[in-house]
């Protein structure tokens, strides 16, 4: 794809949806996305309300959607652990819940046996009201605005969008991903985006846009590394940083754990410093909008270097 292809596409990434989704998803009509929680008067859990606006964006730009079923529990409220901690495991007479991964998938033209996957968790915490602005609405409506801009747009390689879950238990992209190893899917890369733009108060304060990308093998590294060249190369403005996890963590270790090791994170912070992270203040009215759009516009701008290149060489 010619250099000014891929920025005439991020150039088309436009901050008012993605405001107007995180609002939707994290205010109003939705103050949460759970599945113990149901707007009065409605005849759906918020999650499901959720489940319908993701369905009907990705339906609507043209790509192909499957929900696949996962057995799930919320979680418990423990006020005796520390705020933005306050969950505990939930317990055997504790009810069951059918949650949902969405999927959104476009077969590649050239190497469709190649998948690109990018996920993002869509269901706020289910232990406390949190409207779940940052955590992970932000994410949620980063990849829903990156399949819109790719309405038209006829892949090299296979794209598949998956929207999973995370604030109940067990999560829902294990079973994405150990589906996806049953099959023997060729997933070459995946980008998980949660938390994008997500920051300490002095950040905040000090106008920072910053961009964490953290990655858990060696098969990713060149994947981190390749969200730091193509914000350079676009002069998208992020402030970006590399990072090198411990063990496989979040919906990306969920891919590394079935034997995806080329998965990342791109997160506003590590360790994540958002100080309404897990409580009742995460809000989109705390958004930085602005640093939301330059995220996803890197996100896409890598995208689109995967599906025209492959895979980085390790």
Known sequence: MPHDSVRDLISRVAQGR???DVYHLAKAPLPFRKLNYTVPGHSKCTLYEADDLIEA???RAGWAVEKEAVQVQAFRHDASRPRAHQYSSPQPEDPWY?????????????????????????????WVDSPGAYDNAVGTAADLEIARVLADYEPHRSVWFLFCNEEHTPWTSVAAAEQCKRRGDNVVAVLNQDGLGGKSREDAEAGGKPLVTAYTLEDGRR???????????????????????????????SFVKAGYGAAIVNIGSFPYADPNYHIESDTP?????????????????????????GPPAP
């Not at 999927?103 to 996920?119: A, F, H, K, N, T």
């Not at 981190?224 to 270790?253: Q, W």
């Open 18 to 20: 993605l405001a107007r």
């Open 57 to 59: 964006e990705l339906r």
């Open 223 to 253: 994947l981190a590394e390749l969200m730091g060249e193509v914000n350079a190369a676009y002069g998208i403005g992020l402030t970006h940083s590399v990072v090198k996890r411990g063990f496989a963590n979040d919906d990306d270790g």
């Open 98 to 126: 059918t949650a949902y991964n969405v999927w959104g998938r476009r077969r590649g033209s050239r190497q469709p046996d190649e998948v690109i996957i990018l996920c993002a968790h869509k269901d706020s915490q289910s």
């Open 285 to 309: 009215e705390n958004v930085d909008m602005e640093n939301l759009h330059m995220s996803v516009q890197a996100v896409l701008a890598a995208l689109l270097r995967l599906d025209r290149d």
